[in-house]
């Protein structure tokens, strides 16, 4: 256990446990808003983390992750959406569930960004007391981006994917459906050949320059 920074450890699960709950909680409420009441009736319109805990998503590969430090990759439970329910425009209404969870989190990274740079992390003993608070936010920026990016990329079983779906139509769209059960091998594929990297790289970095 020597050489653990266990504050650093501390904080970064906090914040990613913290921006997953909003991320979830905000599909929850948007979806609850547009006229599917799936979400609210089985809890998960809260930011209690404990209902939208996944044990291996939310806890273990992150823990892992910022132990090893690595770069840290967590989810939620998905909050389930009876497109049924969604009278109307429903892929239209389907589409802004989708990209509520992402936009909840660019809204974190902004806020969160306002604060740091109200908040001295080097020079006198004062400033140094608050170093903690400064590594929260920070972290709070950082995380909240990659996750916003993260979760937009074009790919059945993210968010964009379901934003992507929403937009397209006819043939293209019933030939983009059905990737859908290959999705998480999709994602996986783009992991490990450092193509997933290359995607969000580009505007995870614009946005961080721009933010801190």
């Known amino acids: 256990m020597a050489g653990i920074d266990f504050t650093r450890v501390f904080i970064e699960f906090i914040v990613l446990l913290f921006s997953l ?10 979806s609850d808003r547009l006229g599917d009441p799936t979400a609210r009736l089985l809890g998960r319109v809260s930011l209690n983390p404990a209902v939208h805990i996944d044990p291996i998503g939310t806890i273990l590969f992150p823990l892992i992750a910022i132990v ?48 740091l740079h109200f908040v001295p992390v ?8 608050l170093a903690p608070l400064a590594m929260f ?51 996986y594929g783009l992991m490990f050949s450092g193509i997933l990297t290359m995607m969000i790289s580009p505007p995870a970095n614009f946005l961080l320059d721009w933010l801190l």
């Open 21 to 30: 709950t909003v991320h979830e909680a905000a599909h929850a409420v948007t």
């Open 137 to 187: 936010f920070f972290q709070m920026v950082v995380m909240n981006v990659l996750l916003a990016v993260f979760n937009m990329m074009p790919v059945p079983p993210l968010d964009g994917g379901n934003v992507l779906a929403g937009v397209l139509r006819g043939p293209v769209a019933d030939a983009y459906d059905s990737l859908r059960p290959y999705g998480f091998m999709i994602l």
């Open 68 to 115: 090893t430090n690595v770069p840290v990759l967590g989810w939620a439970k998905p909050v389930p959406v009876n497109i049924t329910r969604l009278r109307g425009h429903w892929k239209r209404k389907y589409m802004l569930i989708a990209a509520a969870g992402p936009a909840s989190n660019v809204v974190l990274a902004v806020l969160a960004s306002l604060v």
């Open 122 to 129: 080097a020079g006198r003993t004062q400033e140094a007391l």
